[in-house]
C-alpha cells in the first residue's frame, strides 16, 4: 500500500510543531541507568495519537480548598503556622500504605508477602480551588517545594528507614483524581528499583573512573547543548538522551546534592523560579498537557550518595502507554529531545 504521508508533513500533535524525521528509528539507551528506549519520528503520521487530556470535573465540595479543612485529617505542615495558609499536607485518605514495618512475612511456598508499611501525604499547593500548578507565581511554587522538602526532612527523621517518593500527577489522563493542584509524598518500606538502579549506576561510575556520572552528563550537556533547556546560577533543565516521553525534561543541581531535603532557602527560591519556568513552558508549548513529575533523591542510609544528584523528571503524557511498553518496559518516543529541547527552549514565559 502507498504510504500517503509527505516526506515532510512530520508533526506532533499539540501543537503543530514540526519535527525533522529521523533516517530511522534509533535504539537508545539512559547514559545513567542504560534504560532503553526507540525515539521513531515514524511514528508521528499516525492517526489519534494524541491521549485526550481530560479535565477533571470541578467537585461540588473540594476537600483542599481553604475553608473545607474540616474533611481533610489534621495537618501535618501549614504554612504560615498563623493566619489563612498559603501550603497544608495532610495524611491522604486512602493510603497505599501505611504503618509500622512488619519483619515477618507471610510465606506460602515461593509466594512471600509483608505489610506495606509506610506514610503517604497530600501536600496541597494553594488554598483556592486551582488546578495547575503552572498558574501559581514563582514565590508560591517556592512555598510549596519548602512544604515537600520539610515534609520529607521531618519524616526521614523520624523513620530513617523509609524511602520517600514525592510525586505529582496533572489531569485524568496522567492519574490525578484530584483536580485541585498538589503532589503526594509517599514514604515506603523498600528503596525503588529505579531509584536503586540510579544509585548503583552512580557508585559504579565512581569506582570506575573517579567521577560523578551526574557531573558528567550535566557537563557533557552543557558543552553540547543541543538537550539544554534552560540553566540558572544552581541547576540546570536538559530533555534526557534516552526521553522515554516527547519533551520529558529533568531538573538537577549543577553541583553534587544527593538529599532534596537538604535545599537552603536561597536555593528554594531559585528552584521556585526554574520549577515555574519548566511548567509554563510545558503549559505554553504543549497547550496544558497532562503530565506526571517525580523527585528522585537518594536514601538517608546509601553510601553511594555522594555520587548521586537529586532531580526532578518531568513527564509529558501525550503518548499513551500501550501493549508494547508493558510488554517490554520499553517506550517509543516519536519526538527526538534534541527537537524537544529546541522547541521548548523558544517557549517565552
Ligand atoms: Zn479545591
Ligand atoms: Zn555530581
Ligand atoms: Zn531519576
Known sequence: MKDERLPNDCYFHVPRFRIAPLPRPQLRRDPIIDRPVIISTDRLGRPQELVTSSELPRPTVCPFC???????????YVDPQQGPWRVRVVGNTFPAVRGASDPLPETAGLFHSVAAAGIHEVV???????????????????DF??????RMSSLLRDRPE????IFNNHKAAAGASMAHAHAQLLALAVVPELVQRELDSASRHRKLKDACIFCDMIEHEQRDG?????????????APFASRFPCELWLLPRHHACHFDKLSGIELTELGEVFHTVLNKLDRGLLDPP??????????????ADAFHWHIE???RLTGIAGFEFGTGIHIN??????????????RV
Open 124 to 142: 496541597i499547593a494553594c488554598p483556592q480551588h486551582e488546578t495547575s500548578l503552572s498558574r501559581l507565581p514563582a514565590d508560591h511554587l517556592a
Open 226 to 238: 543541543a538537550r539544554l533547556v534552560l540553566q540558572s546560577p544552581r541547576f540546570i533543565v536538559l
Open 145 to 150: 517545594l519548602r512544604a515537600l522538602c520539610a
Open 334 to 347: 516519536p519526538v527526538p529531545p534534541e527537537q524537544a529541547a529546541e522547541y521548548l527552549r523558544g517557549i
Open 291 to 304: 503530565y506526571n513529575f517525580v523527585i528522585h533523591t537518594a536514601p538517608r542510609s546509601a553510601p553511594e
Open 66 to 76: 481553604a475553608g473545607n479543612e474540616r474533611l481533610t485529617t489534621e495537618p501535618t
Open 314 to 316: 518531568f513527564l509529558p
Open 162 to 165: 523509609l524511602y520517600p517518593l
